[in-house]
């Protein structure tokens, strides 16, 4: 098979201007056809000529339409992103606004992308109403990560901090604390199979702690917190993971001395997350601290301190406009509160073929969990969604069952689809 590769690289570049790649010859390259790659039964034909037959580009219309081929991905993440925002991301990557290069090949030093950075927080602080006060900050090692940098942070190895555990995250978020601080339960779900939220004025919360923890929203269980606590402790700090409801819905950041989120469900693609610090609390960190887990160091070079997750910042911050676009979060919430009610409505109006465990004043808006009350078809089920172009249903590896996530780039029609797939599924095996 012929390809540019087998010229001398000094004659490949003598020749740079009629690669396929380059701009003029780029309408040329989108008629590379459909091909299979890994099919390593037959011979494989590669065809760049420029008399090929012209090819469609993909349209939202299209997509809209139905007559792409993609699916509806019930997936917890990485999750489904919006389809304006990935056409969008589509027709920049190539060469970004004129600038002669794609995001995933700038300077995070450079003009360019100090402006899409830039851009993408002030976008965030308008979406969250973020006063000044309060430091954003786009770093990486997921959600995870900042089950460590909190404590490294906020206080000293003999510290008591108390954690409220609501879910599997929660008590992740815990055990690692453990290694750098001296924290308590005050209260677990784990008992009732992380179905409820706890009374808050029942709560026995420590006077002496740094901070009180809570997962907002427990991707594995559904459990998701409608309200928040107020932090008894002597600085008044709230922490919250906030990754699977992240820009899901109006946050008065106030609240809160710390939000962190992976941005994998909600705001964009995988490799950045997203820490909100109040100021005053920078500055504190354990000696110990890795330089790369010190909020102060990354508040004080702009999240640029050493190379970033360029191209996710990109896509979050186009995220951010499209949810700008749509109104905001008060929008975002209504959409995403019709979604969720038409899929429990479903599940609640079975007769008991289909079960949601969770409590129903703290069910999740963003992760629905549910049984199949003949537990011998939920592989079934599995398979006859897929073949309707659904995926990603199962659930958890901990828990089983289902498990749709409908994050807020899950359309309407996704939704709409499951229940009366879900409708049909019992009438058969009812």
Same mark, same amino acid.
């Given at each position: 098979m012929a390809t540019t590769t087998s010229l001398p690289y000094s004659l490949f570049l003598q020749k740079r201007n009629s690669h396929p790649l380059n701009k003029n010859n780029l309408a040329s390259f989108t008629n590379l056809k459909k091909i299979n790659f890994f099919n390593t039964k037959r011979a494989i034909s590669v065809t760049c000529s420029a008399a090929s037959a012209p090819t469609q580009d993909r349209t939202a219309a299209q997509i809209q339409s139905g007559q792409e081929d993609r699916?509806?991905?019930?997936?917890? $993440?990485?999750?489904?992103?919006?389809?304006?925002?990935?056409?969008?991301?589509?027709?920049?990557? #190539?060469?970004?606004?004129?600038? $002669?290069?794609?995001?995933?090949?700038?300077?995070?030093?450079?003009k360019e992308f100090k402006s899409i950075i830039e851009k993408a927080e002030s976008d965030l602080r308008a979406l969250l109403n973020i006063p000044q006060e309060y430091s954003v900050l786009f770093l990486q090692g997921g959600a995870?990560?900042?089950?460590?940098?909190?404590?490294?942070?906020?206080?000293?190895?003999?510290?008591?901090?108390? #954690?409220?555990?609501?879910g599997s995250w929660g008590d992740k978020a815990f055990k690692e604390a453990q290694k750098f601080c001296n924290p308590q339960v005050i209260w677990s779900g784990k008992a009732e199979k992380y179905t409820k939220i706890p009374n808050f004025d029942a709560l026995e919360q420590n006077p002496d702690a740094k901070y009180l923890h809570i997962c907002a929203n427990e991707t594995i269980h559904g459990v998701e917190f409608k309200e928040y606590p107020l932090a008894k402790n002597s600085t008044g700090i709230l922490v919250a993971d906030m990754s699977s409801n992240f820009c899901s819905k109006p946050v008065d950041v106030t609240r809160f001395g710390v939000i962190y989120a992976g941005a994998q469900k909600n705001v964009g693609p995988s490799g950045v997350t997203i820490v909100i610090v109040r100021k005053d609390l920078l500055g504190n960190a354990q000696d110990k601290t890795p330089l790369m887990l010190d909020y102060k160091i990354h508040d004080e070079n702009n999240s640029l301190y050493n190379t970033p997750p360029c191209y996710c910042i990109y896509m979050c911050g186009?995220?951010?406009? #499209?949810?700008?676009?749509?109104? $905001?979060?008060?929008?975002?919430?209504?959409?995403?509160?019709?979604?969720?009610?038409?899929? #429990?409505?479903?599940?609640?109006?079975?007769? $008991?073929?289909?079960?949601?465990?969770?409590?129903?004043?703290?069910?999740?808006?963003m992760n629905v969990p549910f049984t199949l009350e003949k537990s011998d078809l939920e592989a079934e089920f599995v398979k006859e969604a897929a073949k309707e172009k659904m995926v990603q249903l199962k659930g958890h590896r901990s828990v089983g069952g289902m498990r749709a996530s409908i994050y807020n780039a899950m359309p309407l029609a996704g939704v709409e689809k499951l229940v009366a797939f879900m409708k049909d599924f019992q009438a058969k095996h009812a």
């Open positions: 699916v509806f991905n019930f997936a917890a $993440g990485p999750a489904n992103l919006p389809e304006k925002v990935l056409l969008k991301a589509q027709s920049e990557l #190539y060469n970004w606004r004129g600038s $002669g290069m794609s995001v995933m090949e700038m300077s995070h030093r450079g995870t990560t900042q089950f460590a940098a909190v404590p490294l942070n906020l206080c000293t190895p003999n510290d008591p901090v108390d #954690y409220i555990v609501t186009l995220v951010f406009e #499209y949810l700008l676009e749509l109104g $905001g979060l008060n929008e975002v919430e209504k959409m995403n509160r019709k979604k969720a009610e038409l899929l #429990y409505n479903v599940i609640d109006g079975s007769n $008991g073929f289909y079960r949601c465990p969770v409590e129903k004043s703290v069910r999740s808006f």
